[in-house]
């Protein structure tokens, strides 16, 4: 289970930008949180991705609360989320190809033996030819990075999934690709997602449920 519980974070403790929000994603499931453009959504996924420490309430992930944050959150702990962006361009190392994208969280934790098979398995799952792999971000198109920062996202076999607007810059068929990709991920381990955005008929096609960030607050 991943459950915000209460949560007011913000950018400076005297002004928060989301309050008492409380938010929870079984095992398994798919919850599409919809608000309007600056509500706080990609706050909130920061939040519940290990990503940005709340200043109230708490996040816990599988029966357990977290208590430190990015870096310094427990291994075990921050490789259990993938993460996607909207801005895949901002969030990519530019000096990186994509091949060393997609390969940096194995490389993280230590692993040494089979990531270049293990890259190829993901950008054929996701559909990335080798020519790509070894392009840098400003070489791609935001379809093809946005390709390679999921697969990144899924390299090290997250049980949970935050996407943040993931296919708000790209068009229909890559959405209906990436959207496919984590959805047989999700029917192969069981992860669960949080899929933020501002679309509802997407996230309604998506997701198990869609909550209105308007029902989250002032309860
Ligand atoms: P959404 O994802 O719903 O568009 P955000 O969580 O990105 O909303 O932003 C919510 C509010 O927080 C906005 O008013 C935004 O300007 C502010 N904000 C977001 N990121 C930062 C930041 N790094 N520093 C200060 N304010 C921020
Ligand atoms: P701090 O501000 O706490 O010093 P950093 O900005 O250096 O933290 O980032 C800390 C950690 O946050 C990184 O080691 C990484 O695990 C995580 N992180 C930051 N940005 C991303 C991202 N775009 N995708 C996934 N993880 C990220």
Redesign the pocket.
């Known amino acids: 289970m991943l459950e915000l519980r209460a949560v007011t974070a913000g950018y400076d403790k005297n002004t928060p930008v989301i309050r008492d929000i409380s938010l929870s994603v079984a095992p398994g499931e798919s919850v599409g949180l919809l608000g309007p453009s600056g509500c706080g959504k990609s706050t909130l996924a920061r939040v519940a991705a290990l990503?940005h420490r709340p200043d109230a309430g708490a996040l816990v992930v599988d029966g357990t609360p977290v208590r430190r944050w990015?870096?310094r959150a427990p291994r075990e702990q921050?490789t259990a989320f993938g993460?996607v962006?909207q801005q895949a361009r901002l969030?990519a190392d530019p000096r990186l190809a994509l091949a060393d994208l997609i390969a940096e969280p194995l490389r993280a934790t230590g692993r040494r033996e089979g990531v270049a098979g293990r890259v190829a398995e993901l950008a054929a799952t996701v559909g990335l030819t080798a020519d790509l792999l070894s392009r840098r971000p400003h070489e791609v198109s935001d379809g093809q990075l946005q390709r390679a920062c999921l697969a990144r996202a899924l390299v090290l076999r997250p049980r949970w999934l935050v996407c943040d607007e993931m296919t708000a810059m790209l068009d229909a068929s890559t959405t209906a690709a990436l959207v496919r990709v984590v959805e047989d991920y999700r029917a192969a381990t069981g992860a669960g997602l949080l899929a933020v955005g501002h679309d509802r008929v997407l996230l309604d096609r998506w997701c198990d449920r869609t909550v209105e960030w308007a029902t989250l607050t002032g309860h």
Request: charged share 30%.
């Open positions: 990503l990015r870096h921050r993460v962006f969030s």
